[in-house]
């Protein structure tokens, strides 16, 4: 006789763990086209919607993965995304560094592949439900995939967070969120869609549970009309500054063959048609001189008699010495000298302006660690200086792509953003476009306008709400003469964005950790539940 279903004698068995929804022999190969359709979906195509069908298509390649097979997954879909968004890095460099770094990030992407698949495998027998399915399973999932991020975005050497989802949103409909809640949760409601949209489907509709699932469908809907319904949170007009912005397209490269001198000489020409222009500050970009102002005197003689033509203050970028230590540095110049803070570069690019560990990792590439033979310290200072009355928030090059430049300039008083930069080094790549998304997203994200310098591209002046102001051709001297929007006020990113990255990084590996508890302890409560006797199973 066949045992009746329990309803409060014995517990009834937990979820079997699911099975892989595609073998792997499938699940590898989509996995490399995940990532490849996802390089679409950031500058040059910019093509926003790609990233999530890409989302969706990593996610049903995870679904069931037991350990080693989720390794692999990540890791293919890490080397085919990083491999060919990072391609830029080999332009001067050549193979090795592109190499060592697209497999650092494949291998990052593979580690946290795992726990992605375990959510699959354990969250579903925790809360089986409709709610469990479409809401507890796609939050902890898109959750683990925002502390992806943030751990690549952070370590080793600082880590480089590039190809964030967030930031492939910037064109988009989705863009505006980031003013709440910032580039990570951004990132993790993109993929909050994808994975419910995902559970939607799967969901059965059996055994009474039609109604559920419609219930079900409208959890991702939501989010996703909230996304596009969202307007960017208003910052305060607090009136205009009018920016002189020189792009001098000088031989700024590490490896371009130049005199000395040659790159402030190119700023100086393309400074010249903005003599006797009215305008606030002259700003110039990063390395805009090539020599230091703070102790070259000739150098600081050009400087002060160019502020006194223009009759402004020239805000420019140079490599400073103080003692033994060079700095990547920010100089606000007047026809009296230097006035006012210096701040140096936070987050020095490692193996590119600093080699850390460079007696470990010097006999693996000696030819290429060789070339590098300055050693920037990381500045500590505000990223912020006075103009005249005006609070310029600043960051030197790739500042820009970690958030606690940003933000700590914001919290601090900033009115207006100036990025100094030199893309010289990645000329036909698309790494000037793409850190100009973060430029751009950075603007509405702080509800502050940007002006971003190159020194030979891309330029541009953005607007709070990330349109484009003002701009100059790649590859081209000239300038740039704009009034600027000024804003005040704090935005929810800026506020609670260092709490955001916590609670959904951290929170959901914490998460994660108690569902495995869970299942754990379900399992060694069914083994040792004893079968009723003459009960046929």
């Known amino acids: 006789m066949s045992a009746a279903p329990s309803h409060g004698g014995r517990a009834a068995a937990p979820a079997a763990a699911p099975e892989p929804l595609l073998r792997l022999a499938f699940a590898a190969p989509l996995a490399v086209v995940a990532g490849l359709l996802l390089v679409t979906a950031y500058p040059a195509l910019a093509w926003w919607p790609m990233a999530l069908p890409a989302v969706v298509l990593t996610l049903i390649t995870l679904v069931g993965r037991r350990f080693w097979s989720a390794v692999l997954v990540g890791f293919l879909f890490g080397a ?29 992407t593979a580690v946290f592949a795992v726990p992605i698949a375990l959510a699959y495998r354990w969250m579903p027998r925790v809360a089986p439900g409709v709610v469990g399915r479409v809401v507890a399973l796609p939050a902890l999932v898109a959750g683990l995939w925002t502390l992806r991020e943030q751990v690549v975005g952070s370590w080793p050497y600082g880590g480089f967070p590039w190809g964030r989802i967030g930031v492939s949103q910037v064109n988009g409909p989705f863009a505006e969120v980031a003013s709440w809640v910032g580039m990570s949760g951004l990132s993790f409601l993109v993929v909050l869609v994808c994975a419910a949209a995902i559970e939607v489907v799967r969901l059965r509709p059996t055994r009474g549970r039609h109604r559920g699932r419609h219930l079900g469908a409208a959890a991702p809907a939501l989010v996703a009309l909230a996304l596009v319904a969202v307007p960017q949170f208003p910052t305060t007009d607090a009136g205009s500054m009018r920016v002189g912005a020189v792009q001098g397209n000088g031989p700024a490269g590490y490896f371009d063959q130049r005199a000395r001198g040659a790159v402030l000489n190119a700023q100086l020409a393309a400074s010249a048609p903005l003599l006797g222009q009215d305008m606030d500050v002259l700003l110039w970009p990063e390395g805009g001189v090539d020599s230091d102002p703070t102790a070259n005197k000739e150098t600081s003689r050009v400087l002060r008699e160019l502020s006194r033509r223009v009759d402004a203050p020239l805000l420019v970028s140079a490599v400073t010495a103080r003692g033994s230590e060079l700095f990547n540095s920010s100089l606000l110049w007047t026809a009296d000298g230097q006035v006012g803070a210096t701040y140096d570069k936070r987050h020095p690019v490692p193996f590119g302006e600093y080699v850390p560990d460079r007696a470990f990792w010097e006999p693996f590439a000696p030819d290429l660690i060789g070339l590098i033979g300055r050693e920037y310290t990381p500045g500590t200072a505000v ?24 933000w700590d300039g914001a919290r601090e008083g900033a009115e207006v953003f100036m990025f100094q930069t030199n893309n010289a080094d990645f000329r036909g790549t698309d790494e000037n476009l793409q850190q100009l998304a973060f430029a751009q997203m950075r603007a509405i994200e702080t509800g502050r306008a940007v002006v971003n310098l190159s020194t030979v591209g891309t330029s541009q002046v953005i607007a709070p709400d990330g349109s484009t102001l003002d701009a100059l051709p790649i590859d081209t001297a000239g300038h740039m003469l704009t009034d600027v929007p000024l804003r005040t006020g704090l935005t929810p990113a800026v506020i609670i964005g260092p709490a955001v990255k916590i609670v959904l990084g951290w929170g959901s590996l914490a998460a994660l950790l108690f569902a495995g508890v869970v299942v754990g302890a379900r399992a060694r409560g069914t083994r040792k539940t004893p079968t009723p006797e003459g009960a046929d199973v």
């Open 80 to 108: 085919a995304f990083f491999s060919v968004n990072l391609l830029f890095t080999a332009r001067y460099l050549g193979f090795v560094p592109w190499a060592a770094l697209s497999v650092l990030e494949s291998l990052l």
């Open 383 to 406: 990223p912020l200086i006075d103009v005249n009355g005006v609070d310029v928030g600043l960051a030197i090059c790739f500042d820009v792509i970690y958030d606690d430049v940003v």
